[in-house]
């Protein structure tokens, strides 16, 4: 049983020189992410990718709820079947949270992510928001059920698979050594990368909540990015990855679980090869996602994709938002395309941009609105483009399933 928090050393990983090479190459690609679009439509990606990352979270867990089932839900348009509806819940909670998390870093740019009251306002921002089943957890040993209080520590010992979490009555005093090493600006050049990599195993390690370790950790990894700041960061999240090489990121935490091996493996009472296997995965699942979305967002290629959806809808190949949806004209793809590289357009200039007669262009830019393919803040505002679930497979495709996972 953990009871000093020596016994989670090493917190950063040693000798491992590829570590800080991966990290250049993840902040290279994530910056570089953030020049490809106009700054108007980077947030409205940013907007699509955080149900994004909700299904994703979600998913890690064993939690299906698709992003259209999500899109639903914003709409307040929930499942009849209560299992569903809950998910649904669970995934609005998971977005409110991130929608939290990025306001009180712009209020606070001070704080100290890794501070343990930071952490329990992460737990209870979201745990606040379930459904009191989804609240529920059950001892594997004894069958015992027990209500997860939001941002409240545990009060017993835990087990995952052959790892034992600290001691609970010493939480306080692994928590307080967590957030002095890892504490914002604790780390110059390239290694708060790194540092954030090791820092999301640690957390996972001291296993502070009787549940929603997981979720937390990846809540407090966001955090940390956000917070360096890592440039083009919301345009690719980490959770997508995770989701996608599941088996291997469990496998990647065991490893960072396991006892120094022997006088090579570091100097910690953890093993310091375990901790630099974990963070050199994590790393990597990080340029997968930056290089995965770095194709998706390139312009002449998302320009390309907005024509094409226009003429499969045009053509009736390709489906509407609703069975009866009518098929777009193809001038919509100039107005689409035109939007879409300039962030926001008044309403006239969109119409100009079309070449078609007036009633006919307003006839369609209704369309576009009515279908969420534009949105404006107004009646007679300027527009912006729109990414509805219905039409994000189309212009940035394998971003999610088309189907729901079993």
């Given at each position: 049983m953990f009871d000093q928090p020596t016994q989670m050393e090493p917190l950063l990983p040693t000798g491992a020189r590829d570590l800080d090479d991966l990290a250049r190459e993840v902040v290279a690609r994530s910056a570089a992410l953030g020049g490809q679009l106009h700054p108007i439509t980077q947030g409205t990606v940013t907007e699509l990718l955080r149900w994004i990352n909700s299904y994703y979270s979600n998913l890690i867990e064993g939690h299906s709820t698709h992003p259209v089932d999500i899109e639903r839900a914003m709409r307040e348009d929930y499942a009849r079947d209560p299992a569903k509806r809950d998910l649904q819940v669970e995934s609005l909670a998971h977005i409110h949270c991130q929608r939290e998390l990025e306001a009180r870093l712009d209020a606070e740019?001070?704080?100290?992510?890794?501070?343990?009251?930071?952490?329990?306002?992460?737990?209870?921002?979201?745990y606040a928001r379930l459904p009191d089943r989804l609240r529920e957890v059950r001892d594997e040993d004894t069958g015992e059920v027990a209500t997860v209080a939001p941002g409240?520590?545990?009060?017993?010992?835990?087990?995952?698979?052959?790892?034992?979490?600290?001691?609970?009555?010493?939480?306080?005093?692994?928590?307080?050594?967590?957030?002095?090493?890892?504490?914002?600006?604790?780390?110059?050049?390239?290694?708060?990368?790194?540092a954030a990599a090791a820092a999301h195993h640690r957390l996972m390690w001291i296993h502070p909540f009787l549940d929603g370790n997981g979720r937390v950790a990846r809540l407090y990894t966001d955090a940390c990015f956000r917070h360096l700041p890592l440039r083009g960061y919301g345009l690719w999240n980490v959770s997508r990855g995770l989701a996608r090489r599941r088996s291997d990121y469990?496998?990647?935490?065991?490893?960072?679980?396991?006892?120094?091996?022997?006088?090579?493996?570091?100097?910690?009472?953890?093993?310091?090869?375990?901790?630099?296997?974990?963070?050199?995965?994590?790393?990597?699942?990080?340029?997968?996602?930056?290089?995965?979305?770095?194709?998706?967002?390139?312009?002449d290629t998302l320009l390309d994709r907005v024509e094409g959806y226009v003429q499969g809808r045009a053509l009736k190949v390709l489906p509407g938002p609703t069975p009866d949806a009518a098929p777009l004209k193809r001038e919509a793809s100039y107005m689409l395309q035109e939007v879409l590289l300039r962030g926001e357009m008044a309403r006239g200039d969109v119409l100009r941009v079309s070449g078609m007669a007036e009633r006919t262009?307003?006839?369609?830019?209704?369309?576009?609105?009515?279908?969420?393919?534009l949105v404006s803040d107004s009646p007679k505002g300027r527009v912006r483009l729109g990414i509805p679930t219905h039409v994000a497979g189309a212009l940035l495709p394998d971003l999610y399933p088309a189907q729901v996972l079993a």
């Open positions: 740019p001070g704080i100290n992510t890794a501070d343990c009251d930071f952490l329990l306002w992460l737990h209870r921002t979201f409240a520590l545990r009060q017993r010992e835990v087990r995952v698979g052959r790892h034992v979490g600290p001691r609970a009555e010493r939480l306080g005093a692994f928590l307080e050594r967590f957030a002095s090493f890892y504490r914002t600006g604790a780390f110059h050049g390239i290694t708060p990368l790194v469990m496998a990647a935490l065991t490893w960072a679980d396991a006892p120094r091996r022997n006088d090579h493996d570091g100097r910690g009472n953890l093993s310091d090869e375990g901790l630099a296997r974990f963070c050199r995965f994590f790393l990597e699942v990080c340029l997968d996602q930056c290089v995965f979305m770095g194709g998706m967002l390139r312009l262009g307003r006839d369609l830019l209704a369309q576009l609105l009515q279908e969420g393919l």
